[in-house]
C-alpha cells in the first residue's frame, strides 16, 4: 500500500480565498483524523471520522472550517474564507478500527498570505 | 479531557549515549501509549507502543515504560545515532482519540 496520500503538498492562497486539502487513507482503514500542526499549539485534533461518518469535529476551530468524507477513499478538509492564522501543515491520518495505530500522510503545508 | 504532558522539549546527546523522554497523563481510562517521531518535513511515524497490561515494551534500541499508578510512561532509546534526531511526540488514548505531548526536539551529535 503507498500509504495515506495527501494533496496538494503546499499550497500558498491569499487571505479570504478557499482552500481544499485532499486526503485518501490507507485501503480497508475505518478511522480518518485530520490534524493540524503549528509551532504555538503542536499537534491539534481538527475532526475525525468512522466509517465515512463525522463522529468528533469539536477541534474545528470555527464555521470556516469543514470537512466531507464521501467514500471510504477520500476526504477533504476545506476552508472558505482562508486567513493568514490558518498557516500551518494540516495532516490526515487513518487506522484500522479504534485505539490502533494511527498511519500519518505526509502533509499539506499552507500559507495564506 | 486528557491532558498530556511531555519532558524536556529539547535534547541533546552524544552519539552512543541514552536519551529519556518522559510522559505524564491525567485520566486513569487512557489504556494505548503510542510514541511517534517525525523528521524534518515528513509526517509522524509510530516507533513503538504500549498498551495498559503490560509495563514494559522493548524493540532493539528503543523501549517504552509505563506506570499506571504514577501516570507516567518513558521512551528510552539506547546507542543513540545520528539518524535517531527528530522531534518525538507522546500521545495516550482511551478510545478513538489521540492526546499528544508537545514534542521533544533530540538531537544527536555526532
Known amino acids: 500500500d503507498a500509504g495515506v496520500i495527501q494533496s496538494p503538498r503546499h499550497e500558498v492562497t491569499e487571505m479570504g480565498q478557499e482552500v481544499t486539502l485532499r486526503c485518501k487513507p490507507i485501503?480497508?482503514?475505518?478511522?480518518l483524523f485530520w490534524y493540524r500542526q503549528t509551532m504555538m499549539r503542536g499537534l491539534e485534533l481538527l475532526i475525525y471520522?468512522?466509517?465515512?461518518?463525522?463522529?468528533?469535529d469539536s477541534g474545528m476551530p470555527e464555521d470556516r472550517f469543514s470537512a466531507k468524507m464521501p467514500n471510504a477513499s477520500f476526504s477533504t478538509l476545506k476552508i472558505q474564507p482562508s486567513e493568514p492564522r490558518d498557516s500551518a501543515v494540516y495532516f490526515c491520518?487513518?487506522?484500522?478500527?479504534?485505539?490502533?495505530?494511527?498511519?500519518f500522510g505526509p502533509g499539506t503545508r499552507l500559507t495564506v498570505l | 479531557g486528557e491532558n498530556v504532558e511531555q519532558h524536556p522539549s529539547t535534547l541533546s546527546v552524544q552519539e552512543g549515549d541514552s536519551a529519556v523522554i518522559k510522559c505524564t497523563y491525567s485520566?486513569?481510562?487512557?489504556?494505548?501509549f503510542p510514541w511517534y517521531k517525525q523528521e524534518l518535513g515528513k509526517g509522524p511515524q509510530l516507533i513503538i507502543d504500549?498498551?495498559?497490561?503490560?509495563g514494559e515494551k522493548k524493540d532493539q534500541r528503543i523501549a517504552v515504560t509505563l506506570n499506571k499508578t504514577a501516570k507516567h510512561f518513558s521512551l528510552h532509546i539506547t546507542e543513540t545515532q545520528p539518524e535517531d534526531s527528530a522531534v518525538y511526540f507522546c500521545?495516550?488514548?482511551?478510545?478513538?482519540?489521540?492526546?499528544f505531548g508537545t514534542g521533544t526536539s533530540l538531537t544527536v551529535i555526532p
Open positions: 471520522f468512522n466509517n465515512n461518518v463525522p463522529i468528533d
Open positions: 500521545a495516550a488514548s482511551m478510545g478513538n482519540q489521540f492526546y
Open positions: 491520518a487513518s487506522s484500522f478500527r479504534q485505539n490502533n495505530e494511527q498511519f
Open positions: 485520566d486513569s481510562a487512557s489504556n494505548y
Open positions: 485501503s480497508g482503514h475505518d478511522y
Open positions: 504500549i498498551r495498559s497490561n503490560v
